[in-house]
């Protein structure tokens, strides 16, 4: 079974550039999850689909950041522009069941990791 | 509001030994709390999965005990290896948002 694939890995721009990340989940997998985890911390959940409808969008910065899952599979976040503190690595993740469920098991990508200079 | 605090922040030991990692919640309401593993520069893989009623739950040297009256989780790895260096994340799970800890980093030391 193929894993959460994302892309690109590393990214390296100015600050006030804008960037877009791009994921695929697991085929199947309903829940699609945005995290940006900063160095030496856990992940910090950005926005969450269920299909191409936004569950979550709570901790967002919606005057920079967006994203979206048009058709209910691929999704995209964008940074615009981007500042010193978004350095981080934005890791994507999905799961088969919806985040009510109790056991839903989530699968990370391998993250994309942003430095902005 | 939801918290997850992890210790230690970071720990040595050598291949070989055991080690225990701690977890203390304050997440309400409680749905079940997970332990992942995070390899450097890879995303968290999921070990365990623990619902209210589970105690204690194994995967291979991994074995995840909790205590819901007193909201403490424990991971235990036991007889080390090399590949176990990584950072281990308590997140518990409330009625539909997840609480992240900030992890223990572990190195496992020939």
């Known amino acids: 079974e193929a894993g959460v694939a994302q892309s690109p890995r590393y990214k390296i721009i100015e600050k006030r550039q804008s960037v877009a990340f791009w994921c695929n989940p697991i085929?199947?997998?309903?829940?699609l999850y945005w995290y940006q985890q900063i160095l030496g911390q856990g992940p910090k959940l950005l926005i969450q689909?269920?299909?191409?409808?936004?569950?979550?969008d709570s901790q967002l910065p919606k005057d920079r950041f967006s994203a979206e899952r048009l058709k209910g599979v691929d999704s995209t976040l964008k940074i615009q522009p981007a500042k010193l503190e978004d350095s981080a690595v934005y890791l994507c993740?999905?799961?088969?069941?919806?985040?009510?469920?109790?056991?839903?098991?989530?699968?990370f990508g391998a993250g994309t990791r942003l430095s902005v200079l | 509001k939801n918290q997850v605090e992890q210790s230690p922040q970071s720990l040595i030991i050598l291949e070989g030994k055991n080690c225990t990692l701690q977890?203390?919640?304050?997440?309400?309401?409680?749905?079940?709390l997970r332990w992942y593993k995070q390899d450097t520069g890879r995303g968290p893989v999921s070990l365990t999965i623990m619902t209210f009623s589970e105690n204690t739950k194994s995967n291979g040297r991994y074995t995840a005990t909790l205590d819901a009256d007193t909201k403490q989780s424990s991971l235990h790895i036991t007889a080390s290896q090399l590949s176990d260096s990584a950072s281990y994340i308590c997140?518990?799970?409330?009625?539909?948002?997840?609480?992240f800890g900030k992890g223990t980093m572990l190195l496992v030391s020939p």
């Open positions: 993740a999905s799961s088969l069941v919806g985040p009510g469920e109790a056991k839903n098991i989530q699968y």
């Open positions: 997140v518990v799970k409330g009625y539909s948002t997840l609480t």
């Open positions: 977890c203390n919640y304050t997440v309400s309401p409680f749905s079940n």
């Open positions: 689909f269920q299909n191409n409808g936004v569950v979550d």
């Open positions: 085929s199947g997998h309903a829940t």
